[in-house]
Nanobody
Framework: QVQLVESGGGLVQAGGSLRLSCAAS????????MGWYRQAPGKQREMVAS???????NYATHAKGRFTVFSDYAKNTVYLQMTSLKPEDTAVYYC??????????WGQGTQVTVSS
């Protein structure tokens, strides 16, 4: 019944910025962990950034120094701020959340395309 909905994807020039949103239908405070993942055509899904509630964010090497995750608990929304985007960042980006004793929850994804 709880859903995650991503938004904010689109087409952007290399070097540009984009902010993705993950809106939850439930209280994000109830999630044990949350994160952002991405999948490019022909490749496996990979972690971009993730965090356990109350802890610091773990960033993939390709995201360090460029991407930032922050949360707005009042809006039940988690954001991924992306800067200095590269064509290699082109992928479908997915929001993920985990509740203990339950399986992972995924959004439908939002397309990010970075042109050269």
């Amino acid at each position: 019944q709880v859903q995650l909905v991503e938004s904010g994807g689109g087409l952007v020039q290399a070097g540009g910025s984009l902010r993705l949103s993950c809106a939850a239908s439930g209280d994000i405070y109830s999630f044990y962990s949350m994160g952002w993942y991405r999948q490019a055509p022909g490749k496996q899904r990979e972690m971009v950034a993730s965090f356990v509630r109350g802890s610091s964010t773990n960033y993939a090497t390709h995201a360090k120094g460029r991407f930032t995750v922050f949360s707005d608990y009042a809006k039940n929304t988690v954001y991924l701020q992306m800067t200095s985007l590269k064509p290699e960042d082109t992928a479908v980006y997915y929001c993920n959340a985990v509740r203990l004793r339950e399986g992972p929850l995924w959004g439908q994804g939002t397309q990010v395309t970075v042109s050269s």
